[in-house]
């Protein structure tokens, strides 16, 4: 089973500022990665597929790099509903598994 | 527009059995893979379970393997999970979410709103 660490678990930043969230899996999953925001009371929303390409209907403000093992996922200009939780999943193997979250909380 | 509710949630002793149930509208069905997950409150998500669009492949994780049976009706639109022999770990909001392929990539585009599912005594 492939592992996802995610880091931080707790991220503080200003409306308007840049995050940067970071996934690492125990062993590559080539690009073979997404990530998914968690708002409160509601369902995980596909964001980034492929490591870096967005879904169908989000922002551009939403980024993804990354290969092999480390990813980032970047929110520049954040906005008040950006702020939620984010997981990384590899689709690479079965069993899918996700990282266990980074929660984006307002400074 | 995708459309995905769960039901069947509910307060169940260990040792019980459950069986949630997921109505699927506004694609076509019998075209996608589908798959469960479930997301202990206040926690991560877990990967549970996969069916192929034609029922002839399921996975299990081993944390629900021999417990946890999935199907689905094409007819009824319907996808469905039989939960066994429940634990107290098995306390979470389930989740159906849909099976699609970007150019390859194999990921779960459209979710459900949950149902919880609480085992206890």
């Known amino acids: 089973e492939i592992v996802m660490t995610q880091s931080p678990a707790t991220l503080s930043v200003s409306p308007g500022e840049t995050a940067t969230l970071s996934c690492r899996a125990s062993q590559s999953v080539y690009n073979n990665l997404a990530w998914y925001q968690q708002r409160p009371g509601q369902a995980p929303r596909l964001l980034i597929y492929?490591?870096?390409t967005r879904a169908a209907g989000i922002p551009a403000r939403f980024s993804g790099s990354g290969s092999g093992t480390d990813f980032t996922l970047t929110i520049s200009s954040l906005q008040s509903e950006d702020f939620a939780i984010y997981y990384c999943q590899q689709y690479n193997n079965w069993p899918r598994t996700f990282g266990q979250g980074t929660m984006l909380e307002i400074k | 527009q995708v459309q995905l509710v769960e039901s069947g949630g509910g307060l169940v002793k260990p040792g019980g059995s459950l069986r949630l149930s997921c109505a699927a509208s506004g694609f076509s069905f019998s075209d996608y893979y589908m798959i469960w997950i479930r997301q202990v409150p206040g926690k991560g998500l877990e990967w549970i379970s996969y069916i192929s669009s034609t029922s002839t492949t399921m996975y299990y994780a081993d944390s629900v393997k021999g417990r946890f049976t999935i199907s689905r009706d094409n007819a009824k639109n319907s996808l469905y999970l039989q939960m066994n022999n429940l634990r107290a770990e098995d306390t979470a909001v389930y989740y159906c979410?849909?099976?699609?392929?970007?150019?390859?990539?194999?990921?779960?585009?459209?979710w459900g709103q949950g149902t919880l599912v609480t085992v206890s005594s």
């Open positions: 492929g490591a870096s």
């Open positions: 979410a849909r099976g699609n392929y970007y150019g390859g990539h194999s990921l779960f585009d459209s």
